[in-house]
């Protein structure tokens, strides 16, 4: 089982660590080999997605990513800005579905934003089509508007577009996904303006023809976003497009106070998958050594799980995740009154402990 | 002063008599004319928004909406629905900029779903551009993919556009409305992904050159979201496109648990604007006589203070709006224990009894 381990930028490579501890101790046949990727790449190599990198993930069975991004970054020109590098990994490898969980851990339902009752024991899986939309769609860029309000003047552009097949295979990825838990499918679209989501409406109707055993619903994707902070807990399985996705599963994962715990999966046609942290590379804290590497570590679980067919290797980190919590230990983020704070070492450290 | 009065569908008649007395009751020179919009005007005319209606409303100095949309229109052609005619109104009379506060009300702090403490004293203006981005930009509709994952197949696409002179007008609304607030604008894009919303980024910062006495940051739409959950707070005036805007205001009026007192404003270039509650239709609850005509009868105050230029006549109503709040009258939405439960007519009439 090759691994390919890319910590990234800022904080990535302090949670990365302590998720590659805890992966040694499981005393299984791995082989993991690191990379770097984002700025940390530009740096070295003059690009945030090098060849050899790229080569690493495409030979390798999974992919545990840290994250990428910093500010010292935002004045280079596009392509080579630390985001490209995920971007490029997505579209590269075909990680087409992005499974996010925005989960509430009991012990942390005060973290959250929202009253208790809200979020207490919220459970929801956001399934993000992750290689389409508006992020990769052509023709894009800047021109002279020859229509529109200001004709002759300067304009830019981007296409958003979803094909048939694309539709399709996340449908069923959010079916299948939904037949395992609370059975319930919410499609997210903007039907009522976007063409492109009257169409992603039309097709989900017609895959869910090989679901009956599986209810679907329909939202508009602001009723969505009113609905995550009104009643989170009506939804089970919520499945949308890239851009709408990139929007809600942030705002989901961060009314559960418990973002510095999420993972997530993107998964090509065959379960071979990135797995990173829901939060980003936070380089205002990055080498401080108080960073939240839980979300890493239950990423690497999940890799366990989908890509390594190891469920009960992924059981026993996940478990040592919720024994750790139940002993109090707490980094920062998560800490409260009466619980004890822990550096990511230490996190970590107890999380091989639990094990 | 001619004002044209479009109730439109579910609650919309209800909510919008109340205004309309409240109107009446300040003994000023209106002219006030009443047309069907929506499924309303679908049912009359065969059209969500008839010549006739589209007639009244440009040759009126404003417009009081109720609210358009009901289930029983989801089968019909998409030109023909309901929401067709506030797009219609929107992109005929080129209202551009939307007004969409987000306050939290000192007596409703308890009806958010966020804690007491992160809402308590809110007060955002989010301001979301009307008549361009993805909503608008042509071409758009179903075509046989040439390209991407699927070429050969079936797809749906549209176009997500912005030009200078629609970026640059927005922006001077927002940075104009900062100077009379808190003086700082927050422009949410996604500049790390689209080239729209690059260009958005970069003329932004170029328009902020005439205001140095506002300061300006950037946020991406995914940080934002999370955010306006976290710390809402720390916004004052956002501005924002058409497409997130649609997101990110109604996530926001509904933290605020005051989605039922909430206005809204959509202006041309000239200051004539349509205004309207920011909640929708609520069909399930239409005819019962239970809506809350609050954000309807503050939009009518907006709309003194925007079009009208009667500041001393929308001041006499949102003080009276503020008193039968402390009265302890609350409409169903906002009720609870210890306040007096009351319907749409009798909120109306505590309003007028107040004026
Ligand atoms: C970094 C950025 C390009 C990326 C996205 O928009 O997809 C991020 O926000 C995410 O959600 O993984
Ligand atoms: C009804 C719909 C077309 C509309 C929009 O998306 O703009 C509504 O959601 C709004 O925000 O006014």
């Known amino acids: 089982m090759k691994i390919a381990i890319l910590p990234g930028d800022g904080i990535g490579s302090e949670i990365v660590a302590e998720a ?10 791995f082989e993991m080999e690191h990379a770097p990727v984002g700025g940390a790449a530009y740096e070295a190599h ?17 992919i ?36 996010r969980p925005a989960i509430c851990y009991e012990q942390l339902t005060h973290a959250s934003s929202l009253k208790p009752e809200l979020v207490a024991g919220l459970d929801i899986l956001i399934i993000r089509e992750l290689t389409g939309d508006i992020y990769f769609g052509q023709p894009r860029g800047r021109r002279t508007a020859v229509d529109g309000h200001f004709p ?26 939904a037949r395992k838990r609370g059975k319930r499918v ?5 039907a009522n303006v976007l063409e492109t989501f009257q169409f992603w409406k039309d097709v989900m109707i017609e895959v869910h023809a090989d679901y009956p055993d599986v209810e679907l619903d329909h939202m508009y994707v602001d009723n969505a976003a009113m609905q995550l902070v009104k ?24 009314l559960t106070g418990s973002i510095g715990m999420l993972p997530s999966a993107s998964l090509d046609k065959n379960n071979k998958g990135l797995y990173e942290p829901s939060h980003g590379s936070a380089p205002d804290i990055a080498g401080k050594g108080i960073a939240n590497p839980l979300a890493t570590i239950l990423s690497a679980a999940m890799m366990l799980k989908f890509s ?4 009960a290797a992924a059981a026993r980190i996940e478990a040592a995740v919720g024994s750790v919590l139940s002993q109090g230990l707490r980094t920062v983020d998560i800490w409260s009154e009466g619980t004890q704070k822990v550096g990511t070492r230490e996190m970590g450290d107890a999380v091989v402990k639990a094990i």
Request: hydrophobic share 45%; proline share 7%; no cysteine.
């Open 152 to 177: 002759g003047s300067e304009e830019a552009f981007d296409t958003m577009r979803y094909s048939r097949p694309e539709i399709e295979r996340i449908a069923h990825v959010a079916f299948q996904a």
């Open 20 to 29: 590659v501890k805890v992966l040694n101790v499981l005393d299984l046949p």
């Open 186 to 190: 919410t499609s997210v679209d903007k």
């Open 231 to 254: 009643a989170p807990k009506r939804f089970d399985v919520m499945v949308t497009g890239n851009m709408f996705g990139d929007i809600l599963s942030d705002a989901a994962a961060m």
């Open 308 to 311: 390594l067919n190891q469920p």
């Open 64 to 99: 545990l990513f840290g994250a990428v991004g910093d500010w010292k970054y935002d004045k280079l020109d596009r392509p080579l800005r630390p985001e490209q590098a995920i971007l490029g990994l997505r579209k590269h490898l075909g990680l087409f579905a992005n499974f």
């Open 46 to 62: 003059g690009h945030p997605l090098p060849d050899s990198t790229l080569q690493l993930a495409k030979d390798a069975d999974a």
